[in-house]
């Protein structure tokens, strides 16, 4: 079965300064990836995803992600915080046998200091 | 175009009682999935319909079970609640018609306490 991993359960980074958040997955195949945010209070909004082809996806907001199939990750990536971008962020798989299945990371929340 | 729409979305009820969440897709959508979120045990995948029919399905007991009307909305309800039921219920759907991984689009949630 697949797993997702997300080491850093809290990251806090100043405004203007860069960000970057680990997911690491386990499947034996290539998985499809997704990485959402989470505002207090509000459901999950899609962030970016990867399917296929271009390893670098571009995603809303500014955000970036890589997938690097020999180190099983697709961390994300921001060059320059908003205080806007303060929320919990989810890393999901999913695999094409399973349907619409997604199986998430544990969150990595953001702070992002004035 | 309308976005994910859950009700209630807040619910308050006592151990033992049983209840019903509602999720209306996104328009044209016909693949509805539903998630618990808890702070123990994160995000986790409870069932996904698609065209009135249950397509996958998540490791919870019997208590859990959903369904999906012709036009797409999809209910979940869950009998016999318990205070570790207490969660956000997360419905998202997709416009998927196949078995193959599609975007999907979440709800603001329905935010569920047992007493």
């Not at chain 1, 921001?78 to 205080?83: G, L």
Request: proline share 4%; net charge positive; glycine share 10%.
């Amino acid at each position: 079965a697949q797993s997702v991993t997300q080491p850093d359960i809290h990251i806090t980074v100043s405004e203007g300064a860069s960000l970057e958040l680990r997911c690491n997955y386990s499947y034996g195949a290539t998985p499809y990836l997704f990485w959402y945010v989470q505002s207090p209070g509000q459901g999950l909004q899609l962030l970016l995803k990867y399917f296929s082809g271009d390893t670098l996806v571009q995603g809303i907001k500014g955000f970036e992600a890589e997938f690097k199939r020999s180190q099983s990750s697709f961390n994300l990536r921001k060059p320059s915080v908003h205080w806007s971008d303060a929320a919990e962020y989810f890393c999901a798989v999913g695999v094409r046998a399973a349907g619409n299945k997604l199986t998430f990371g544990g969150g990595t929340r953001v702070l992002v200091k004035p | 175009k309308a976005g994910v729409t859950q009700t209630p979305r807040y619910l308050i009820k006592t151990r033992g009682q049983q209840v019903t969440l509602s999720c209306s897709p996104i328009s044209g959508h016909r693949s509805v999935s539903w998630y618990q979120q808890t702070p123990g045990q994160g995000l986790q995948f409870l069932f996904e319909y698609f065209s009135e029919t249950q397509r996958n399905k998540g490791n919870f007991p019997g208590r859990f079970s959903g369904r999906q009307f012709s036009n797409s909305r999809s209910e979940m309800n869950v009998s016999t609640l318990e205070l570790g039921d207490s969660a956000l219920y997360l419905c998202a759907s997709s416009g998927s018609g196949s078995t193959t991984v599609d975007e999907q689009f979440f709800g603001p949630g329905t935010r569920l306490t047992v007493l």
